[in-house]
Antibody, heavy 121, light 106 residues
């Protein structure tokens, strides 16, 4: 059974940093691209970024709203994906979901339960 | 970036009704489109990928169609567990989601 478990959320002041983790199980983590999607309170879904598998260079892409501030990385030996968030803004307040990307299709076929990040002074 | 719109933004329907939701892309995306269902307080769930392929375990009352810029999600006979918000997502990076369609009880 595929499971994705996010951790690391919490309350943080504007301008500070936070790192989220996504621990995966139930599939060969290294074979898949992984993504982060967020949802501000009462709002819709917003894609944050993704990281390709090592077979495709392990490269990353980001939404314009977080580019230069957020960094996605992965540790295939531990089956963990990370989201490093720097220079946080109040508008980054959201539930952050880790997702597994379907091979070739770039749909998000499995989601974690989400972790809440609140950026407030 | 490709912008996604959905209509209607909300729909009130009864159990047994046929419900159709439309998603439009600001430029052609071939069949690179997915649909998700989200219930309050829960993570989204993939229903349809590649515009018309049913994700494993999803009931056959859900179907998707379209290509290019115009897509539809159809629920052939609405069930109580289908009351939720539905999102489309285009699968060309940078990925984008539609604003959502809330299906509630009439």
């Amino acid at each position: 059974e595929v499971q994705l478990v996010e951790s690391g959320g919490g309350l943080v002041q504007p301008g500070r940093s936070l790192r989220l983790s996504c621990t995966a199980s139930g599939f060969t983590f290294g074979d898949y691209a992984m993504s982060w999607v967020r949802q501000a309170p009462g709002k819709g879904l917003e894609w944050v970024g993704f990281i390709r598998s090592k077979a495709y260079g392990g490269t990353t892409e980001y939404a314009a709203s977080v580019k230069g501030r957020f960094t996605i990385s992965r540790d295939d030996s531990k089956s963990i994906a990370y989201l490093q968030m720097n220079s946080l803004k109040t508008e980054d307040t959201a539930v952050y979901y880790c997702t597994k990307i379907q091979l070739w299709l770039y749909s998000f076929d499995y989601w974690g339960q989400g972790t809440l990040v609140t950026v407030s002074s | 970036d490709i912008q996604m719109t959905q209509s209607p933004s909300s729909v009130s329907a009864s159990v047994g009704d046929r419900v159709t939701i439309t998603c439009r892309a600001s430029q052609g995306i071939s069949s690179w489109l997915a649909w998700y269902q989200q219930k309050p307080g829960k993570a989204p769930k993939l229903l349809i990928y590649a515009a018309s392929s049913l994700q494993s375990g999803v009931p056959s009352r859900f179907s998707g169609s379209g290509s290019g810029t115009d897509f539809t999600l159809t629920i052939s006979s609405l069930q109580p567990e289908d009351f939720a918000t539905y999102y489309c997502q285009q699968a060309n990076s940078p990925f984008t989601f539609g604003p959502g369609t809330k299906v509630d009880i009439k």
